[in-house]
């Protein structure tokens, strides 16, 4: 069985999901994970992994390392405005190192990346 492609039968599919059991018990078990900020030892069903850096928080450190809802609304919104900006451009503006849709980096892209899939 090939984990990284879909079930083929019924078979397959119960071994998954067997396998998603498993690996959910020991995850849940009583393993306990130090915060990387606070040092308190929380159980890993309540911690949160970064996804850039691979450190794990607790739910009230994650916060401070995730930002908050609103922060993390202003750096889309901020993105959005940027991406809206550079659509009316002929090329990548000079020194820019964020995403981009001027007409020059539309063209190297595939018809999903146009389309922001």
């Not at 039968?9 to 915060?35: A, K, Y």
């Not at 889309?76 to 991406?83: C, F, I």
């Amino acid at each position: 069985m090939n984990v990284h492609e879909k079930p083929t039968s019924e078979e397959e599919r119960l071994e998954i999901l067997t396998l998603i059991r498993d690996q959910t018990r020991e995850l849940w078990g009583t393993t306990r994970v130090t915060c990387a900020s606070c040092k308190r030892k929380v159980p890993v069903r309540f911690m949160y992994q970064c996804f850039f850096c691979g450190l794990w928080f607790c739910k009230r450190c994650a916060a401070v390392h995730f930002g908050t809802d609103q922060e993390l609304a202003a750096v889309r919104q901020e993105r959005d405005e940027l991406l809206k900006m550079t659509e009316q451009l002929d090329e990548h503006p000079e020194g820019y190192d964020g995403p981009c849709h001027c007409r020059l980096c539309l063209s190297y892209a595939t018809d999903d990346e146009a389309r922001g899939c």
